[in-house]
């Protein structure tokens, strides 16, 4: 199967190589050419824009940073509506709110293509090892032609429904991750601060009810202080803040995310934005005496 | 070791902080009057040569012919007193019971004893007969509050505490509070550990608790076998206050998790996601926990049956924050979550699971008759 790539970041250089490794035949491009060497050393083509990647595939998927970015990719001059058309196929697996994937969906659409939103549950790791959850919605014959790249790239797909749906799932799955990461962050250093030992919390934590494999995989950097960014912190803000809207459009009242949406906020403003959204924990511990 | 317990019999009266109940100088005294109880069993042997799971109580005769020195001085409880046979009391007790101790309770209701009474359990009528004639008593009570009461009231454990004997107060409180009963404890010559439990209902039905201890290291080496009977792990952290601040760090994030957990829910209802769907997304990721998977499900279904009384997990939250404004620090999260437990407890939502704080946002809410 050949599929087109755009988007060679944390995540779409670790899918991207997957696809590769399973035999699928990969046309890449990414707004740093450079990136795109390695995967090129593991036989995939290179595309010199998205319009040019798009001409030449079937199925395109993307994957980057933001809603700007998903819709400059898709809007601006050489991007994907210029060459999308009846036969061809968008699948966007970026995060982005549920008016952005919307606002795609229909231009592609409109064009005679079809479109699928696919924003995926996992970081670097879980991208690495095929082993994300991908949060489908949009044009169900499209998730059906799109299952074997999915199967190669995550562990398990969800088909949602209508798009806007899967953008949802996704923020709101992000929200109580951020939440989590903020209550995580303030135990630790209360247990610091009373005295006990926080490896000794960590242990305890992972035998009870609250055990999880975040809690499991970053507690020991962050006691540390080590953010090796497997999931940059201002996308963590980013995907609260878009996660806040939508309750605010819904008159959803959620104070604990708004409160670690503030706490996000501050660990940008103190420069951790491209740290591990583990980062959160320096705003938690000191924030008085900022880095 | 036995040379520092007999010297605490001799406690000065007017050192020890008195409460309400005057019953504690007279215990001194009493104590002051006998002579101190030099054991005539064995000591026990050392924690070694316990199995991890003994499913059998023995007396303390048994071990008669492993004589160690006379450094080890607790000798293995055969008599064990259990005050408070509530949702965990209970379960507990009967663990003990079941794998062949002699075990005597009592319960400000007594009829909550009946079904451990039929299991062959003693029954004495108030804390201070319950402590008198065991050799470790255990209390599991609601909070700070009956904690102090059971152990330093009227009628309380402390008047039947004695050299020899030992407290084991499984309470969540908070470190004032542990300290405080301690003293009076240790006060008449007995030895005191606190040991909170991470685990709930099923855990502690299940024996799979997770024992949180602090205090006299002696007595948590005697009682050790008797922790592994109702759980699954334990911990010893040193000085009093540890157990108890470790209990509620935890009980903290738990609390913040179950409140933004609910948010989720909701949200996803609201935007039109089934949040069923939502359950499963999340057990499937890094946020899988066994709680959101445990009780996503009922929760859906606005149903709250209850393994932890929210009213305890909101008295919880209110100890941290004490702990974390008594050490200067912000904890945003938790108090946004605190809030949501009050707005629940007002609604009557006191004896429902925890998980109900989910109610907290929602716009219609269940009265506390559903």
Same mark, same amino acid.
């Given at each position: 199967?050949?599929?087109?790539?755009?988007?060679?970041?944390? #995540?779409?250089?670790? #899918?991207? !190589?997957?696809?590769?490794?399973?035999?699928?035949?990969?046309?890449?491009?990414?707004?740093?050419?450079?990136?795109?060497?390695?995967?090129?050393?593991? *036989?995939?083509?290179?595309?010199?824009?998205?319009?040019?990647?798009?001409?030449?595939?079937?199925?395109?998927?993307?994957?980057?940073?933001?809603?700007? /970015? /998903?819709?400059?990719?898709?809007?601006?001059?050489?991007?994907?509506?210029?060459?999308?058309?009846?036969?061809?196929?968008?699948?966007? !697996?970026?995060?982005?709110?549920?008016?952005?994937?919307?606002?795609?969906?229909?231009?592609?659409?409109?064009?005679?293509?079809?479109?699928?939103?696919?924003?995926?549950?996992?970081?670097?790791?879980?991208?690495?090892?095929?082993?994300?959850?991908?949060?489908?919605?949009?044009?169900? =014959?499209?998730?059906?032609?799109?299952?074997?790249?999915?199967?190669?790239?995550?562990?398990?797909?969800?088909?949602?429904? =209508?798009?806007?749906?899967?953008?949802? #799932?996704?923020?709101?799955?992000? #929200?109580?991750?951020?939440?989590?990461?903020?209550?995580?962050?303030?135990?630790?250093?209360?247990?610091?601060?009373?005295?006990?030992?926080? =490896?000794?919390?960590?242990?305890?934590?992972?035998?009870?009810?609250?055990?999880?494999? !975040?809690?499991?995989?970053?507690?020991?950097?962050?006691?540390?202080?080590?953010?090796?960014?497997?999931?940059?912190?201002?996308?963590?803000?980013?995907?609260?803040?878009? /996660?806040?809207?939508? *309750?605010?459009?819904?008159?959803?009242?959620?104070?604990?995310?708004?409160?670690?949406?503030?706490?996000?906020?501050?660990?940008?403003?103190?420069?951790?934005?491209?740290?591990?959204?583990?980062?959160?924990?320096?705003?938690?511990?000191?924030?008085?005496?900022?880095? | 070791?036995?040379?520092?317990?007999?010297?605490?019999?001799?406690?000065?009266?007017?050192?020890?902080?008195?409460?309400?109940?005057?019953?504690?100088?007279?215990?001194?005294?009493?104590?002051?009057?006998?002579?101190?109880?030099?054991?005539?069993?064995?000591?026990?042997? +050392?924690?070694?040569?316990? +199995?991890?799971?003994?499913?059998?109580?023995?007396?303390?005769?048994?071990?008669?012919?492993?004589?160690?020195?006379?450094?080890?001085?607790?000798?293995?409880?055969?008599?064990?007193?259990?005050?408070?046979?509530?949702?965990?009391?209970?379960?507990?007790?009967?663990?003990?019971?079941?794998?062949?101790?002699?075990?005597?309770?009592?319960?400000?209701?007594?009829?909550?004893?009946?079904?451990?009474?039929?299991?062959?359990?003693?029954?004495?009528?108030?804390?201070?007969?319950?402590?008198?004639?065991?050799?470790?008593?255990?209390?599991?009570?609601?909070? +700070?509050?009956? $904690?102090?009461?059971?152990?330093?009231?009227?009628?309380?454990?402390?008047?039947?505490?004695?050299?020899?004997?030992?407290?084991?107060?499984?309470?969540?409180?908070?470190?004032?509070?542990?300290?405080?009963?301690?003293?009076?404890?240790?006060?008449?010559?007995?030895?005191?550990?606190?040991?909170?439990?991470?685990?709930?209902?099923?855990?502690?039905?299940?024996?799979?608790?997770?024992?949180?201890?602090?205090?006299?290291?002696?007595?948590?080496?005697?009682? $050790?076998?008797?922790?592994?009977?109702?759980?699954?792990?334990?911990?010893?952290?040193?000085?009093?206050?540890?157990?108890?601040?470790?209990?509620?760090?935890?009980?903290?994030?738990?609390?913040?998790?179950?409140?933004?957990?609910?948010?989720?829910?909701?949200?996803?209802?609201?935007?039109?996601?089934?949040?069923?769907?939502?359950?499963?997304?999340?057990?499937?990721?890094?946020?899988?926990? +066994?709680?959101?998977?445990?009780?996503?499900?009922?929760?859906?279904?606005?149903?709250?049956?209850?393994?932890?009384?929210?009213?305890?997990?909101?008295?919880?939250?209110?100890?941290?924050?004490?702990? $974390?404004?008594?050490?200067?620090?912000?904890?945003?999260?938790?108090?946004?979550?605190?809030?949501?437990?009050?707005?629940?407890?007002?609604?009557?939502?006191?004896?429902?699971?925890?998980?109900?704080?989910?109610?907290?946002?929602?716009?219609?809410?269940?009265?506390?008759?559903?």
């Amino acid at each position: 199967m050949e599929v087109g790539f755009l988007g060679l970041g944390i #995540m779409g250089k670790a #899918m991207s !190589m997957n696809l590769l490794r399973h035999g699928f035949k990969v046309t890449v491009w990414n707004r740093t050419l450079s990136k795109c060497e390695e995967l090129v050393e593991h *036989g995939a083509s290179i595309g010199k824009t998205p319009a040019e990647v798009v001409k030449k595939c079937k199925y395109t998927i993307a994957m980057l940073s933001d809603p700007s /970015a /998903a819709l400059s990719v898709a809007f601006d001059k050489d991007g994907v509506l210029e060459q999308i058309c009846s036969g061809k196929g968008y699948i966007d !697996m970026s995060t982005v709110d549920a008016d952005t994937s919307s606002k795609i969906s229909e231009e592609i659409t409109k064009k005679g293509g079809c479109f699928l939103e696919a924003p995926v549950s996992g970081s670097k790791k879980p991208a690495e090892d095929g082993q994300l959850i991908i949060l489908a919605a949009g044009e169900k =014959q499209l998730y059906d032609e799109a299952i074997p790249a999915f199967n190669v790239m995550g562990k398990k797909s969800f088909f949602l429904g =209508q798009v806007g749906n899967g953008a949802k #799932m996704k923020l709101v799955v992000n #929200m109580i991750m951020g939440s989590m990461m903020n209550a995580f962050s303030e135990g630790l250093v209360l247990a610091d601060r009373s005295g006990l030992d926080q =490896q000794t919390l960590l242990d305890v934590l992972d035998l009870g009810a609250i055990a999880n494999p !975040m809690f499991k995989l970053k507690g020991p950097a962050m006691v540390q202080n080590n953010y090796p960014p497997a999931f940059p912190l201002k996308h963590q803000q980013k995907d609260m803040r878009l /996660a806040l809207a939508l *309750g605010d459009e819904n008159a959803v009242s959620m104070p604990v995310a708004a409160a670690s949406n503030e706490a996000f906020k501050k660990a940008r403003s103190l420069g951790f934005e491209d740290h591990d959204f583990s980062a959160v924990y320096e705003v938690v511990k000191a924030p008085e005496h900022s880095a | 070791m036995a040379t520092a317990v007999i010297k605490n019999n001799f406690y000065n009266v007017s050192s020890i902080v008195l409460k309400p109940s005057t019953a504690i100088p007279t215990t001194v005294a009493m104590c002051s009057n006998f002579c101190p109880r030099i054991s005539n069993r064995l000591p026990g042997p +050392p924690i070694s040569s316990f +199995p991890t799971q003994p499913r059998l109580c023995v007396s303390a005769n048994a071990f008669s012919s492993q004589a160690t020195n006379a450094t080890s001085k607790e000798e293995l409880p055969s008599r064990i007193g259990f005050l408070g046979i509530g949702i965990m009391g209970s379960p507990m007790a009967q663990n003990l019971i079941k794998s062949g101790c002699d075990v005597t309770v009592w319960n400000r209701t007594k009829s909550k004893c009946d079904p451990l009474i039929s299991l062959g359990a003693k029954y004495k009528s108030s804390p201070e007969e319950v402590a008198a004639s065991c050799d470790v008593t255990f209390a599991v009570l609601a909070g +700070p509050e009956s $904690a102090v009461d059971v152990a330093c009231g009227k009628y309380g454990a402390a008047n039947g505490l004695r050299p020899g004997k030992g407290y084991v107060d499984v309470s969540t409180v908070d470190g004032v509070t542990s300290k405080l009963i301690s003293k009076h404890i240790k006060a008449t010559g007995a030895l005191f550990l606190e040991a909170p439990v991470s685990g709930s209902k099923k855990p502690a039905e299940d024996g799979q608790l997770i024992f949180l201890t602090a205090g006299d290291k002696p007595l948590y080496e005697t009682v $050790a076998p008797l922790l592994d009977i109702m759980g699954k792990s334990r911990f010893y952290l040193g000085d009093v206050g540890n157990g108890a601040a470790m209990k509620l760090v935890v009980n903290m994030i738990m609390g913040s998790m179950m409140a933004s957990f609910s948010e989720g829910l909701i949200l996803s209802e609201k935007v039109g996601l089934d949040p069923n769907v939502l359950v499963e997304v999340i057990s499937q990721g890094a946020i899988s926990a +066994p709680m959101f998977s445990t009780k996503g499900p009922s929760m859906v279904q606005a149903t709250y049956p209850t393994a932890f009384p929210l009213k305890h997990q909101q008295k919880d939250l209110r100890l941290a924050l004490g702990l $974390a404004e008594s050490v200067s620090q912000p904890t945003p999260i938790a108090a946004a979550a605190n809030e949501l437990y009050k707005v629940a407890k007002s609604h009557g939502l006191n004896d429902q699971d925890f998980s109900a704080v989910i109610e907290a946002l929602k716009t219609k809410l269940q009265s506390s008759e559903n």
